[in-house]
């Protein structure tokens, strides 16, 4: 079969183990992969309503045993790293089911673990039945290819995602929802996992340059080199679904790269808004009630824009972290409010979306 000899900005079609084998080696920045999870889910799962929960179960996420998972994982795991550039950096992510047979692969494979991100995302489904904790999180591991390379890092444009401190490895990002989710002509979601942008936005701005080559062996719907797009990065990814790939042309042909001036400029983070702006505007009253998340702790909103629990009065901020007994808290992403027509809980950054 014909050698590639590197593409770029391309969606290849096809299975990642073989169109990996005809790229180039060592001709990739960085790379992002959210490969199968291997779910092993075992008959449907409903709501408390009777609704039936839209879960991975898509034949793309079946394997024999763990044993299959785990050959699979090594083969396209040694396919990437084969074409890694020595300094490439490549982030995987994946949930409880997978993440640590990955983690374990890439160490056995010689990768160097740098971090493991904890995505909160702080819209997750509940756990219906009751029986564990609420699966609110997803795990990225980093790795660089090899102990001691120079891999791409950014760190003082990560403060800048962190009110200027150093960005830590738990991220709270909402899952993807709204305009930016893709949707059948039915309405119905395209794809059951997509990403959300602004996890990649901060994977791509973090470890990449401009004029990097940004690969996903996984692609989806495009999350990746959308993003990528928009940010001047080359990108590159293989998908083996016709359908997902084709989605995945036309929305990374429609993104438009954002103004050389923005260049590097963290889009995902929103203005600075004092939030008693949002009192000011009418989006928010004295008096109303907000919800911590994932407790459901009540707090009222003061005249000036401080909140009230009990005898503790602070920020969004500020209280968030002292009920959670966190050092600090996001309370733009860790407060809902009640939408009093459907009873519906939304965070607050999405009313913060407005003001700005
Ligand atoms: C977890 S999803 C990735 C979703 C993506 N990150 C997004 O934002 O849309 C994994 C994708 O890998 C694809 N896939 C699974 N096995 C594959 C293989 N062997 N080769 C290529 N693609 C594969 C699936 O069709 C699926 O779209």
């Known amino acids: 079969m014909k050698k590639h000899h590197s593409p770029l900005d391309q969606v290849l079609e096809g299975d990642c183990l073989e169109q990996l084998s005809l790229l180039d080696e060592c001709s990739v920045d960085v790379v992002f992969a959210d490969p199968p999870y291997n779910l092993q889910l075992r008959g449907d799962l409903w709501r408390p309503n009777l609704t039936l929960v839209d879960a991975v179960d898509d034949e793309w996420d079946r394997f024999a045993d763990f044993a299959a998972y785990d050959r699979f994982t090594e083969e396209w795991l040694r396919g990437v790293r084969r074409v890694m550039k020595d300094n490439a950096s490549i982030w995987v992510s994946g949930t409880y089911?997978?993440?640590?047979?990955?983690?374990?692969?890439?160490?056995?494979?010689?990768?160097?673990?740098?971090?493991?991100?904890?995505w909160h995302k702080p819209n997750a489904m509940p756990n219906f039945r009751g029986k564990r904790l609420k699966n609110d999180a997803e795990f990225v591991i980093w790795a660089s290819k090899a102990e001691g390379s120079r891999y791409t890092f950014h760190h003082h444009l990560m403060k800048r995602y962190n009110d200027g401190k150093q960005m830590g490895s738990v991220w709270s990002i909402p899952l993807c929802g709204g305009a930016e989710r893709l949707r059948d002509?039915?309405?119905?979601?395209?794809?059951?996992?997509?990403?959300?942008?602004?996890?990649?936005?901060?994977?791509?701005l973090a470890s990449s340059n401009v004029g990097d080559v940004v690969f996903d062996p996984f692609m989806g719907t495009g999350t990746t080199a959308a993003v990528a797009r928009k940010?001047?990065?080359?990108?590159?990814?293989?998908?083996?679904?016709?359908?997902?790939?084709?989605?995945?042309?036309?929305?990374?042909?429609?993104?438009?790269?954002?103004g050389e001036d923005q260049l590097d400029v963290p889009t995902a983070i929103p203005p600075r808004v004092p939030f008693r702006k949002l009192l000011e505007r009418g989006l928010l009253q004295a008096g109303q009630s907000l919800y911590l998340v994932p407790t459901g702790q009540q707090a009222i909103i003061l005249a000036d824009g401080s909140l009230q629990h009990g005898d503790l009065i602070g920020s969004i901020h500020g209280l968030a972290a002292q009920l959670k007994g966190a050092p600090s808290c996001n309370g733009w992403m860790n407060w809902q409010i009640e939408d009093?027509?459907?009873?519906?809980r939304v965070v607050l950054d999405a009313l913060r979306k407005q003001v700005t």
């Open 97 to 118: 089911h997978n993440i640590f047979r990955v983690g374990s692969v890439m160490q056995q494979l010689g990768f160097w673990i740098l971090n493991t991100i904890c």
């Open 340 to 344: 009093t027509a459907s009873g519906d």
């Open 185 to 204: 002509a039915e309405g119905k979601k395209l794809h059951p996992t997509q990403k959300p942008e602004a996890l990649l936005e901060r994977i791509i």
């Open 231 to 258: 940010q001047h990065r080359h990108w590159l990814g293989i998908e083996r679904d016709p359908i997902y790939a084709q989605a995945a042309r036309q929305r990374i042909d429609a993104v438009i790269p954002v």
